[in-house]
């Protein structure tokens, strides 16, 4: 109560007037009323207009891994949230058919080593001119034959799950396992796990929601009658954060429900304060044909309906008449005879308009 006392006496002691729009005031006044000032900021971005968004990965980024042999989930890794790497061990599937499929490959193998040694004995024999022609012909057919069912075999043990490595330890030892190992495709996130442990799984059963997070885009939901004035590469900003983000696409189509069209804007540099299918409102930001300067709310007085600010100079503040294009979160961009290198008044408006009105006058 005191220091509410102590500046109004200070405003009312204050020599200011209005001569040149100019308010007289000293350092030391201005330390006791608690007036701080600070620089403009060039900008030519002004906010268009507010929409609602939401927060998607990109298709080429999002992965659903299912099961690729019916089975039983005998085991789970990771959960929703945990970070994955490619190739890391997510599930091991308990998959009677995976034995079937690893026999009909060793078979398959087997079948082809033994024609291989016909085929290397009787292109031996043609060209020792032992044979004709056309027994080497049935060779060569027969091997092919059996080297196409072999490769066969391995894609699908590969389609089945297993790696390269594992079906070239399995041709060596051939040692049969029900194990199915499910691993992670990509580097990302879980975002969703689909299934429980020991459940029946049937052939493609969803397991996990997998997301390369490293790109992340914003759909955004705009009135179709302000879809025109819209451009590929406007800025868009989130509000109440630092993030932002460029328009990339404008939809072709409009929702029935709400008359809304799409505009999707793929977000710039990290958004970690985002998730997955947040709703979040935005800002879609265009760009002025002339340059504003960018000011706190706090800094712009108003009277008889213009809009001011008070300069620093020499002898206290000059008042500046100054237009005001558009206004976002805490701040506004304004046009007026300022430059860049101004000193503004951001804190203590009130007093220095009270002097200048001479509300603290005699």
């Given at each position: 109560?005191?220091?509410?006392?102590?500046?109004?006496?200070?405003?009312?002691?204050?020599?200011?007037?209005?001569?040149?729009?100019?308010?007289?005031?000293?350092?030391?006044?201005?330390?006791?009323?608690?007036?701080?000032?600070?620089?403009?900021?060039?900008?030519?971005?002004?906010?268009?207009?507010?929409?609602p968004a939401r927060v998607v990965v990109p298709g080429n980024h999002d992965?659903?891994?299912?099961?690729?042999?019916?089975?039983?989930?005998?085991?789970?890794?990771?959960?929703?949230?945990?970070?994955?790497?490619?190739?890391?061990?997510?599930?091991?599937?308990?998959?009677?058919?995976?034995?079937?499929?690893?026999?009909?490959?060793?078979?398959?193998?087997?079948?082809?080593?033994?024609?291989?040694?016909?085929?290397?004995?009787?292109?031996?024999?043609?060209?020792?001119?032992?044979?004709?022609?056309?027994?080497?012909?049935?060779?060569?057919?027969?091997?092919?034959?059996?080297?196409?069912?072999?490769?066969?075999?391995?894609?699908?043990?590969?389609?089945?799950?297993?790696?390269?490595?594992?079906?070239?330890?399995?041709?060596?030892?051939?040692?049969?396992?029900?194990?199915?190992?499910?691993?992670?495709?990509?580097?990302?996130?879980?975002?969703?796990?689909?299934?429980?442990?020991?459940?029946?799984?049937?052939?493609?059963?969803?397991?996990?929601?997998?997301?390369?997070?490293?790109?992340?885009?914003?759909?955004?939901?705009?009135?179709?009658?302000?879809?025109?004035?819209?451009?590929?590469?406007?800025?868009?900003?989130?509000?109440?954060?630092?993030?932002?983000?460029?328009?990339?696409?404008?939809?072709?189509?409009?929702?029935?429900?709400?008359?809304?069209?799409?505009?999707?804007?793929?977000?710039?540099?990290?958004?970690?304060?985002?998730?997955?299918?947040?709703?979040?409102?935005?800002?879609?930001?265009?760009?002025?044909?002339?340059?504003?300067?960018?000011?706190?709310?706090?800094?712009?007085?108003?009277?008889?309906?213009?809009?001011?600010?008070?300069?620093?100079?020499?002898?206290?503040?000059?008042?500046?008449?100054?237009?005001?294009?558009?206004?976002?979160?805490?701040?506004?961009?304004?046009?007026?005879?300022?430059?860049?290198?101004?000193?503004?008044?951001?804190?203590?408006?009130?007093?220095?308009?009270?002097?200048?009105?001479?509300?603290?006058?005699?």
């Amino acid at each position: 109560m005191k220091k509410i006392v102590f500046s109004l006496l200070l405003i009312c002691t204050l020599k200011a007037f209005a001569e040149d729009m100019q308010i007289r005031i000293s350092p030391e006044q201005i330390t006791n009323l608690a007036i701080k000032v600070g620089p403009v900021v060039a900008s030519q971005q002004v906010p268009f207009l507010s929409a609602p968004a939401r927060v998607v990965v990109p298709g080429n980024h999002d992965r659903l891994l299912s099961a690729p042999q019916p089975g039983f989930l005998v085991q789970l890794n990771v959960n929703i949230g945990d970070s994955v790497t490619k190739g890391q061990l997510l599930a091991q599937i308990h998959s009677p058919e995976l034995v079937a499929l690893q026999q009909q490959f060793l078979t398959a193998r087997s079948e082809l080593n033994l024609v291989s040694l016909e085929y290397r004995r009787d292109k031996k024999l043609l060209e020792d001119g032992v044979i004709a022609q056309r027994r080497w012909q049935q060779t060569a057919a027969l091997h092919n034959s059996k080297a196409a069912i072999a490769d066969e075999a391995r894609q699908l043990l590969s389609m089945a799950g297993m790696s390269n490595a594992e079906i070239n330890t399995l041709a060596n030892n051939h040692k049969l396992s029900s194990l199915l190992s499910v691993r992670s495709p990509i580097d990302g996130v879980i975002l969703d796990r689909l299934v429980t442990l020991g459940s029946r799984l049937d052939m493609q059963a969803p397991l996990y929601h997998i997301a390369d997070l490293s790109e992340l885009w914003l759909e955004i939901n705009v009135p179709q009658e302000r879809m025109h004035s819209i451009q590929i590469g406007d800025v868009v900003e989130v509000e109440n954060t630092p993030i932002s983000a460029k328009i990339s696409l404008l939809g072709q189509s409009v929702n029935r429900e709400n008359q809304t069209m799409l505009a999707r804007a793929k977000i710039e540099g990290k958004a970690d304060k985002l998730r997955v299918g947040q709703n979040i409102n935005v800002q879609i930001m265009q760009n002025l044909v002339q340059q504003g300067l960018e000011v706190p709310n706090s800094a712009i007085a108003q009277n008889s309906g213009h809009h001011y600010v008070f300069v620093r100079n020499a002898d206290g503040f000059v008042v500046t008449e100054v237009n005001v294009l558009g206004r976002q979160g805490e701040y506004s961009l304004i046009s007026g005879p300022l430059s860049t290198e101004a000193q503004i008044a951001v804190q203590g408006s009130v007093s220095l308009k009270a002097n200048w009105l001479g509300l603290g006058g005699e």
